[in-house]
């Protein structure tokens, strides 16, 4: 199974996230399977970039987004 999660980037203190398209058991820091936008918490607006048409796809395809990445799809208007 495929999942619509959020992969850490950045340095220490200074977190930003990928969104990302991996399989369920691969951990965090393994090769993703397709990027698909940027999250940075530490910003007040525009905090979440997205390829809104990348993200439809893989949900058609069966991607489950996890809890978080939900939530920012859905701030984002998707």
């Known amino acids: ?22 399989d369920i058991h691969s951990k965090r820091d393994a090769p993703a399977i397709e990027i698909l936008g940027h999250y940075d918490p530490l910003k007040k607006t525009d905090n979440v970039t997205v390829d809104a048409d990348r993200v439809r796809e893989w949900i058609a ?4 987004p996890s809890e978080r990445v939900a939530s920012l799809l859905k701030r984002a208007g998707i």
């Open 61 to 64: 395809k069966g991607a489950q």
């Open 1 to 22: 199974m495929v999942k619509i999660r959020l992969k850490r980037t950045g340095r220490a203190n200074r977190p930003s996230y990928r969104i990302v398209v991996m």
